[in-house]
């Protein structure tokens, strides 16, 4: 007969809640394991004479979890060299948060045979002292993994084995990211025994009571929260026949100037550093994408989980240095990866004529232009340097003064002067569109300046000559350059 390592699951509480086959297993042993004496059960199977051997002293020691985990299978498998059987038995249900039960199992499933004998858990008892109906939607996460999970604040939220002050105060902080400091939270203490406790408190007094290891958090839906899908959700609203009427009348074509101009709202408060604002026209912009979703949505197009689910497929299919086998250790090289990807999916997906520059029309201008001298470039279509692109500015310049002059293709003649530049810029490692902005805020700045000086001696700019204006403009450039100089 071969090796057997039998987990029993002791239930929540008392001797009562364990079963009867487990319960019988237990007389017989010679010897039981258990996680912890800490459970109401293990001092009334004490009383039974049942014999027991705690790794409690194994958690306190331990530095890390893999370390506990070790150290507790390595005593397993010396006790299943000695006896060839041996009994482990942990609170509540083996398979309900007990991960050394799975990480023991997959690790001496090839030396033994592990036999789990299930008990109730604590989300039986939970459902009792909170009575809902856990098809209304239900998350049971540890407190380790609320950073990480996207809490749907639409359903109910257990955190169990919050057994300190401390874990509580962790707890509380992850939570009052998704949800409103007085939104209700429930602490559950001792389930399943006489002495079960059930408080319902605001979050913000979470981490002032007391707390031991069978103390559970349970967290209610709550309509105002600040999570993803309550955000979903509130566009579904302003959207239905009773919502707002502006947001029921918008289509993606309305919708098109709202989208650009969060973008540059996006883009100003990174070059401004404005953290704070950046945060604000992130979620402005995140607004345009749920909004064109919901739309795509009722008129039976696209949903929210398509776009998720396509944005998901290609981050993962085109870094296969991270997600698969390939190799990229530079920048450059995922670049390289990137675009020889994105290269064989279009070829994939092609029909009728190949054209080269088939995408990004929908860029700005600018950075259309260069995009466009970017991907001609990528074939050898380019100047050797900046001294090309310059000569082709001063030549742009000439037909476009020929132009003005002949009174024809005028307009024809400044966009390729426009396009000569933004290539000038190029091929001198410069953005065009980035010079352009700060040549604007350049602007913006003197004009300010100038009206400033204006206004010290009386005047009003719309009463001014150009010649007068151009006093204090001079004036503004003089004094913001010797600023310059100065910090030097």
């Known amino acids: 007969m071969g090796k057997r390592l039998h987990i029993i699951g002791l239930g929540p509480a008392g001797l009562d809640q364990i079963t009867l086959g487990s319960y019988r297993l237990l007389q017989r042993a010679e010897k039981v394991f258990v ?8 001092p009334e199977l004490l009383a039974e ?37 041996t009994i ?21 499933a090839p030396e033994c045979e592990v036999v789990i004998h ?23 996460l540890g407190q380790e993994s609320l950073k990480e999970a996207g809490i749907d604040s639409r359903q109910w939220l257990i955190i169990p084995q919050v057994y300190n002050k401390l874990m509580a105060s962790e707890v509380k902080l992850d939570l009052m990211r998704a949800y409103p400091d007085e939104a209700e939270v429930i602490v559950v203490q001792a389930l399943g025994t006489e002495e079960t406790k059930v408080l319902r408190l605001p979050l913000y007094e979470l981490d002032h009571q007391d707390f031991d290891h069978l103390t559970t958090v349970v967290v209610p839906p709550c309509a105002e929260s600040y999570t993803y899908g ?4 509130i566009m579904e609203i302003l959207r239905s026949p009773g919502g707002c009427p502006w947001d029921r009348e918008q289509t993606h074509e309305s919708l098109k100037p709202y989208v650009i101009e969060e973008t540059y709202e996006v883009i100003e408060a990174i070059e401004n550093q404005d953290m704070y604002n950046l945060c604000e026209e992130l979620g402005d912009l995140l607004l345009q994408v749920i909004f064109h979703a919901q739309v795509a949505a009722e008129a039976g197009e696209f949903d929210l989980a398509d776009v998720l689910r396509g944005i998901i497929s290609k981050l993962v299919r085109r870094h296969p240095h991270v997600f698969g086998e390939g190799k990229a250790a530079t920048a450059r090289e995922v670049i390289r990866t990137w675009e020889q990807i994105k290269a064989e999916e279009k070829a994939q997906d092609k029909s009728g004529t190949e054209r080269f520059f088939e995408d990004s029309k929908s860029l700005p201008a600018l950075m259309w232009a260069q995009w466009t001298q970017r991907k001609a470039a990528k074939v050898g279509f380019d100047w050797p340097d900046w001294h090309g692109p310059w000569a082709k500015v ?35 490692h410069f953005n065009a569109e980035e010079v352009l902005r700060e040549a604007v805020r350049k602007f913006h ?24 204006m151009d006093v204090f403009w001079e004036r503004a450039k003089f004094q913001e350059k010797n600023g310059k100089l100065a910090s030097l």
């Open 118 to 140: 299930p008990g109730l858990s604590f989300l039986d008892e939970i459902f009792r002292a909170v009575p809902f109906d856990p098809i209304e939607g239900v998350s049971v």
């Open 88 to 108: 482990y038995a942990v609170p509540g249900h083996p398979y309900v948060a007990e991960k050394t039960v799975r990480l023991m199992g997959d690790k001496l």
């Open 394 to 428: 001063q030549e742009e310049c000439h037909e476009l003064e020929t132009a003005i002059s002949e009174g024809a293709g005028v307009r024809e003649e400044l966009g390729d002067l426009l396009f000569a530049v933004v290539n000038l810029a190029r091929l001198m």
């Open 230 to 233: 309550r955000l979903v959700e």
């Open 445 to 468: 700045r003197r004009f300010d300046k100038m009206a400033e000086f204006a206004a010290q001696e009386g005047h009003k700019l719309e009463e001014m000559s150009l010649e007068q």
């Open 49 to 85: 004479g049942i014999k027991f051997e705690s790794f409690d002293d194994v958690y306190e020691a331990g530095k890390s979890f893999e370390e506990v985990y070790e150290e507790i299978i390595s005593r397993l498998r010396t006790e299943l060299a000695r006896s060839g059987e």
């Open 35 to 42: 996680r912890t004496a800490q459970h109401p059960c293990v």
